[in-house]
């Protein structure tokens, strides 16, 4: 199948504004892209171009340096990229590799980091995960208990909200999902990345609410990397990976070296010949408020 992706982002600022921009396509889904998917930064004030320096991170993403002219810029892109179609693994009877056994890249994912931190949360987590056979079985367990402890809700969205604050308080949005699901599994000794990318209403249900960017969490068992997902809690089709990190520190889509405001943001993800489910301007409305808290934007 071919995947139509892309956004539509509008920053307004007072200042000439230095930023680091992570949206573009992970390069392990470069080769995949079937029609490119040109960043354009252009002023708001006049329409020319900003121009971006491209460098790759310590974690192997892409990121752009860019700095946005006083009044702001529109940061925009859309692209196609060709998928399998199949939904993600479930690697329910894969084991651990014991920590050392591990590569050597594999092992900071074991360690607490800014938004997960287990030495808060490794005696519970053991407590409660303890039993269970390691391996995928025991990330499926935790999978389980996040997707069944948290409450999803936008309106609740917070940038500075931890895993421990996550668990505590038993509500959050994609990231705190991720973040607590990832804690729980290097609490276990099982190496967990912090994912973001685009995941689209392929193959499930269409939601109702405003696309936006999603964010996942990924194991090292027997060997290689899968995907899992705590908030969805199901194999899902069409995931495109954009960055990869220790948490969301490391994977901010926009990051400013001063004050901003969010003033749109749109994102789109869709099987070419699909059909989205009609937006209205009151859900597209609380969503922007949404993503302007939990981005810190507003």
């Known amino acids: 199948m071919h995947i139509r992706y892309g956004y539509d982002i509008q920053i307004q600022c007072e200042q000439a504004l230095p930023s680091i921009l ?31 320096e491209t460098y790759v991170d310590t974690f192997g993403n892409i990121c752009r340096r860019v700095t946005l ?31 050392e056994a591990l590569p050597a890249d594999t092992l900071g994912f074991l360690l607490g980091s800014r938004y997960c931190e287990t030495d ?3 005696s519970m987590a053991w407590q409660m995960f303890g039993h269970i056979p390691p391996g995928g079985a025991q990330v499926q367990a935790i999978c389980d208990f996040v997707h069944g402890h948290l409450r999803f809700d936008y309106k609740s969205a917070r940038s500075t909200r931890t895993a421990a604050e996550a668990f505590s308080e038993g509500v959050g949005v994609c990231r705190d999902y991720a973040h607590l699901a990832t804690t729980l ?15 689209g209403d392929i193959g499930v249900p269409t939601d109702p609410e405003p696309m936006d960017f999603s964010a996942w969490f990924e194991v090292f068992l027997d060997g290689r990397w899968y995907a899992f997902d705590a908030r969805h809690n199901r194999p899902r089709i069409g995931r495109i990976v954009i960055a990869r990190g220790r948490d969301a520190t490391d994977v901010p889509f926009f990051h400013s070296f001063g004050a901003h405001l969010l003033a749109h943001f749109s994102v789109a993800t869709e099987e070419i010949g699909g059909d989205r489910f009609p937006q209205t301007a ?3 409305r609380d969503h922007w408020e949404s993503i302007a808290r939990i981005r810190g934007a507003g």
């Open 120 to 122: 808060q949360l490794a």
């Open 185 to 199: 599994c290097r609490c276990m000794n099982i190496p967990a990345r912090y994912c973001t990318g685009y995941l």
């Open 282 to 284: 009151e859900n597209r």
């Open 22 to 52: 992570m949206l573009d396509i992970h390069p392990d889904r470069r080769s995949d892209i079937t029609q490119p998917d040109t960043m354009t930064v252009t002023a708001s004030a006049g329409g020319e171009p900003c121009p971006t």
């Open 69 to 99: 002219p006083p009044g702001g810029a529109r940061i925009a892109a859309e692209g196609v990229i060709h998928d399998s179609g199949f939904p993600d693994a479930a690697p329910i009877e894969t084991t651990v590799v014991p920590p």
